[in-house]
């Protein structure tokens, strides 16, 4: 992991970013605002040194969804009055098409941001951050947990595979065995899981994961900058100044 | 001598039935560890060692769900007036699957050891400090920023094993740990742990290998069936004459001291490699 | 009758590029009971998945009675070699140890009566009759290994392949794994397992494949294996004590147990 | 002196017993998903774990687990799957509320619970692609159908509707039969650990 200013952000700050930037753009009239921040996601992932990763999934996860907008929205919405072209079978409605081009902004900036803040904060620091906000130390646990335990698991069944095959289990051929062989695989994998469930919340508890009133500490040392502070204040502030400046442009007109 | 007269850990009286089944697991459980004792717990498989274990660390009756009689103290305590939490400042369990041990919320080696800490409230500095003390210990410093799921058994073994000891507990439970090691990561971890034991550290230990165990026992204590067939010095245990009947392997050791004696050429048991290997040699160069 | 040839095989797992199998060639014949040892990660487990499919070499080839692995698939060839895995957990599924028997053999279609008739015998060679209609699960991690061999052996192999079926075994389950090991001798199959007790080995086993670093160090009799203390410390194995403290006391002869030792001392003052 | 056995942590919200099978369901769930894919099968199996924790602790924890199953999914693999995480949600406090209500004993109870978490499934998930994702969350043979069903009907949420309905059903029975038939092979020992409503006596 290459060291910059986006990575040493707070991992606070980039979670407040996702939701703030994705209602700012819901509430903002038209899709300019939308564009911008979009804009800002993208500078921002180029300064972390992620932007073609970015873009990948970005693009692969945007096309598929701008087809069917373009298709179920321009084509078929109800809202439809002005038409801009006639395909023969339908016809393309304006109305529809700035329905989907919003809809689409709006989903490319919550993704974008989400994205961003999933790819640069590191997990454990994610946890620490969340133990010292005073958030539920469980919910840290729950989170990190899932995302250690499926490495484990995914080898888990490789080997059970390997064990069913060598039992005469075929693993391919028609829907159906292959619907069958479910069990066999699953079957293990689900149950070695529950025996080992046991221990692993013995262990918790031998290493003082439940006590109380105890405040809890942290291996990893998480920065929370002053100009941390100053970001998510901004953020907040932007956010109200939108909702209200979208608020009195409706009212007004 | 290390053995002091204190007793660490005492057991009354204690049983305990798993819920729904009629017979218990263990039952009429009596013995007491001395402070620095190295004490170990052998059986056949299903005796009942891991429900014992379970039992001096407090996890039966406080995690299970099951019925007790009598009562389990350690340090004068009895177990169920502590959380497990509490409880394992003074008494750590090292399971026989070190995948159990890990926490899954940590990244690196480092961050799993200091994983315990940090739930007792540690500071920060003085972390570090016990996580470096402990890797030394455990020979694990090079692997500090590994990712615990990426090691071998006997490094993971390690890494589990350290995780406990780093609370600090006077009197460590260790279930089986190296069953699933080969002779040298299992030789490595006995190595750590009779280390331990020299330092003051109270050591109880069940293991179905008697071999190594036969030669760092200060005590055994025989179960069978969940019940408790004897405490006893090694020597005394391992010459009893039921041992085939209750499933358990006479340490090459101890068959070879009997032949030996057998043969004259030792006058009483003995159990040191290396006062038969004098003893042997001794004899030959007579006849030579 | 049964062979088994491994030619010239080489494997690397396809997320690394160090290989694990250098180059290893070995055959096996009927009633052979062979025994792989060596330290954790230096590529038995990865060996002895060869000879079912569950792995395809990078180079070179096994052959079993002639026909090359590749040809069928691993569920192909369970008939033919029986595969009992490390951790019985990953193999057991269903909700009796019955079930478990029954599972193999009825697979390939075996006759009712002749699966009733199997199960009889190898629910008392693994020691299970008893513990037929016990829910797996609630078996100790002894008995459910004996479960799966078992379950392994009633599909009659003529290859068994066992992966540490000694670890977590006390006495009587050793004594219970020697006897299968005998009575597949005397039915002519190949047995091959992996294990890490060495006493259990030099007891138990005709020959010895000493592993290191994905190359085989030592190949033959334990006797022979055995008197080579260099070589085993290269491949981090530890001989039986009682073979050590023999090589200690400067003795030529290789001893494997008591009454060798005894037997040896008795010469030697003599 | 004698006592029952007791949990000292029981004041706790969640107690460790039923936390740590919290990430090993979502990894249930996942694996579901991935075997489908490796088994190239055309469904996403991925509600296994949500339904065992239904059955061992509970609504709430197990919308829990369908919560943080979406959440993993939309980190590891594609964050569209983000909104649907209410959906899962949803399905995991629903199932949770019938197996509380003793319906996970006979087959006919389950028969109930597979159609009443289809029709959930399906009213919120069809909500959550029409209103977030405008109709359609990416191009998939389910995007197809709805499409040649909104060429017919000109109807969005109808279509939308339709296609998730027919997929629930089937995706949700094969999930159901594979639960059911896995929690009956748990052995009552480790049962005994957790909820009593869960099987018949056997």
Redesign the interface.
């Known amino acids: 992991m290459t060291d910059n200013w986006v990575r040493r952000l707070n991992p606070k700050t980039k979670l407040l970013m996702i939701p703030v930037f994705g209602i700012a753009t819901i509430v903002s009239p038209g899709m300019l605002l939308g564009l911008f921040l979009l804009l800002v996601v993208i500078v921002m992932a180029w300064q972390a040194n992620i932007i073609k990763k970015f873009l990948q999934t970005m693009i692969s996860f945007g096309i598929p969804i701008a087809v069917m907008l373009f298709i179920i929205q321009g084509l078929y919405s109800p809202q439809n009055h002005t038409y801009v072209a006639n395909l023969g079978f339908a016809k393309l409605g304006l109305e529809g098409l700035m329905y989907g081009g919003k809809l689409l902004v709006t989903l490319l900036v919550f993704m974008g941001s989400f994205y961003l803040f999933n790819k640069t904060i590191y997990s454990g620091e994610l946890a620490a951050a969340l133990i010292k906000s005073s958030l539920s130390d469980k919910g840290g646990y729950l989170i990190l947990a899932s995302l250690n335990v499926v490495p484990q698991m995914k080898r888990q069944l490789q080997v059970i595979k390997e064990a069913q095959e060598a039992r005469g289990v075929q693993t391919g051929g028609s829907l159906l065995t292959r619907i069958k062989v479910f069990i066999p695989l699953m079957g293990p994998v689900i149950l070695s899981s529950l025996i080992d469930t046991q221990e692993r919340g013995m262990a918790l508890e031998l290493r003082g994961f439940d006590l109380k009133n105890v405040s809890k500490t942290s291996y990893i040392q998480v920065v929370d900058t002053k100009l941390d502070k100053l970001f998510r204040i901004g953020m907040l502030l932007f956010l109200i100044i939108v909702t209200a400046f979208s608020i009195y442009l409706k009212v007004r007109r | 001598m290390k053995v002091s007269s204190k007793d660490v850990i005492s057991v009354n009286n204690f049983s305990f039935s798993?819920?729904?089944?009629k017979k218990p697991a263990i039952s009429s459980m009596n013995f007491t560890v001395k402070e620095g004792e190295f004490f170990c717990i052998v059986g056949?498989?299903?005796a009942g060692k891991s429900t014992l274990c379970?039992s001096l660390?407090g996890?039966?009756?406080?995690?299970?769900?099951?019925?007790?009689?009598?009562?389990v103290l350690v340090n004068g305590q009895e177990t169920?007036k502590q959380?497990?939490?509490?409880l394992?400042l003074e008494i750590?369990?090292v399971?026989?699957?070190p995948?159990?041990?890990?926490?899954?919320?940590?990244?690196?080696v480092?961050?799993e050891l200091?994983?315990?800490?940090?739930?007792?409230?540690?500071?920060?500095s003085e972390?570090?400090d016990r996580?470096a003390a402990v890797a030394k210990k455990m020979r694990i410093e090079s692997l500090l920023d590994r990712d615990p799921?990426t090691l071998?058994?006997?490094q993971i073994q390690r890494v589990a094993f350290g995780?406990?000891y780093i609370?600090n507990p006077s009197i460590l439970v260790l279930d089986?740990c190296t069953?699933?090691?080969?002779?040298?990561?299992s030789?490595e971890i006995f190595t750590i742990i009779k280390q331990l034991n020299d330092e003051g550290v109270t050591v109880v230990m069940t293991d179905?290998e008697t071999?190594r165990l036969s030669m760092y026992a200060d005590r055994i204590l025989l179960l069978d069936n969940g019940l408790q067939m004897g405490v006893d010095k090694p020597q005394a245990i391992f010459a009893r004459e039921d041992l085939e009947k209750l499933?358990?392997?006479t340490p090459?050791?101890y068959?070879?001291t009997q032949?030996?004696t057998k043969?004259g050429?030792l006058d009483s048991p003995e159990f040191n490699?290396d006062i038969?290997?004098e003893k042997?040699?001794e004899?030959?160069n007579?006849?030579r | 009758m049964v062979t088994v040839k491994i030619e010239n095989l080489s494997y690397s797992y396809k997320d690394s590029a160090t290989s694990v199998l250098h180059d290893i060639s070995l055959s096996f014949s009927s009633g052979e009971r062979v025994a792989i040892i060596g330290q954790n990660g230096t590529g038995k487990t990865t060996l002895t998945k060869h000879l079912n499919g569950i792995l395809t070499p990078d180079t070179g080839r096994v052959l079993i009675d002639n026909v090359n692995v590749e040809n069928k698939t691993t569920a192909e060839w369970a008939s033919k070699v029986g595969y009992v895995f490390q951790n019985p957990n990953d193999q057991l599924f269903l909700d009796t140890v019955k079930k478990e028997l029954v599972f193999g053999p009825s697979h390939l279609g075996i006759p009712k009566k002749e699966i009733q008739k199997r199960i009889r015998f190898v629910s008392e060679l693994v020691g299970m009759q008893e513990e037929l209609a016990e829910h797996p699960l609630n078996l100790t991690d002894s008995e459910k290994k004996f479960c799966a061999i078992g379950a392994v052996l009633a599909m009659d192999p003529n290859v068994v392949i066992m992966d540490e079926p000694t670890g977590g075994q006390d006495k009587s389950g050793k004594y219970r794994l020697a006897k299968i090991l005998e009575y597949l001798k005397t039915q002519q199959k190949i047995c091959i397992v992996v294990s890490h007790d060495m006493r259990f080995v030099t007891e138990n086993f005709d020959r010895i494949v000493v592993m290191a670093n994905g190359h085989i160090l030592l190949d033959g009799a334990p006797k022979e294996v055995f008197s080579n203390p260099q070589v085993l410390k290269e491949a981090f194995v530890t001989p039986p004590p009682i073979t050590d403290l023999a090589q200690k006391l400067g003795w030529e002869t290789t001893i494997l147990s008591i009454s060798e030792f005894i037997e040896e001392l008795k010469k030697r003052v003599q | 002196m004698k006592r029952q056995g007791r949990r000292v942590n029981s004041g706790s919200l969640i107690s460790t017993k039923v936390l740590v099978l919290i990430p090993i369901a979502v990894g249930i769930n996942l694996l579901g998903g991935t075997l489908c894919s490796t088994l190239k099968l055309p469904l996403f199996l991925d509600m296994i774990g949500t339904i065992l924790v239904a059955c061992l602790s509970g609504p709430w924890m197990a919308g829990l687990c369908g919560l943080l199953t979406n959440l993993f999914l939309s980190v590891v693999a594609n964050p569209i799957y983000l909104p649907y995480a209410f959906v899962s949600f949803l399905c995991g406090v629903v199932t949770g509320y019938l197996v509380k209500m003793g319906l996970f004993k006979s087959k006919l109870g389950v028969v109930i619970i597979w159609l009443t978490c289809s029709l959930v499934n399906t009213i919120a998930a069809s909500l959550i692609t029409v209103y977030v994702y405008g109709g359609a969350s990416g191009v998939n043979s389910t995007s197809l159908a709805t499409i040649a069903l909104l060429a017919t009907t000109k109807k969005i949420f109808l279509s939308v509707m339709s296609t998730a309905m027919i997929e629930n059903l089937l995706d949700k029975a094969i999930v159901f039969i594979i639960a059911y038939t896995i929690i009956n092979k748990i052995p009552s020992h480790f049962l005994n650990q957790y909820s009593p409503n869960l099987r018949s006596d056997r």
């Not at chain 2, 798993?18 to 089944?21: A, S």
């Not at chain 2, 959380?83 to 509490?86: G, K, R």
């Not at chain 2, 200091?114 to 920060?124: C, E, F, M, S, V």
Request: hydrophobic share 35%; glycine share 12%; proline share 4%.
């Open positions: 798993y819920p729904q089944t056949a498989n299903g379970d660390v996890l039966i009756p406080q995690y299970f769900l099951g019925t007790t009689k009598g009562q169920t959380t497990v939490a509490e394992s750590g369990l399971f026989q699957n995948f159990n041990q890990l926490s899954y919320t940590t990244s690196t480092a961050e200091a994983y315990g800490l940090g739930n007792h409230g540690i500071p920060r972390m570090l996580v799921l071998s058994g006997g995780s406990t609370l089986e069953t699933q090691l080969d002779p040298i990561g030789e179905t071999e499933n358990i392997s090459l050791n068959q070879l032949e030996l043969i050429i490699q038969i290997l042997i040699k004899v030959e007579g006849y």
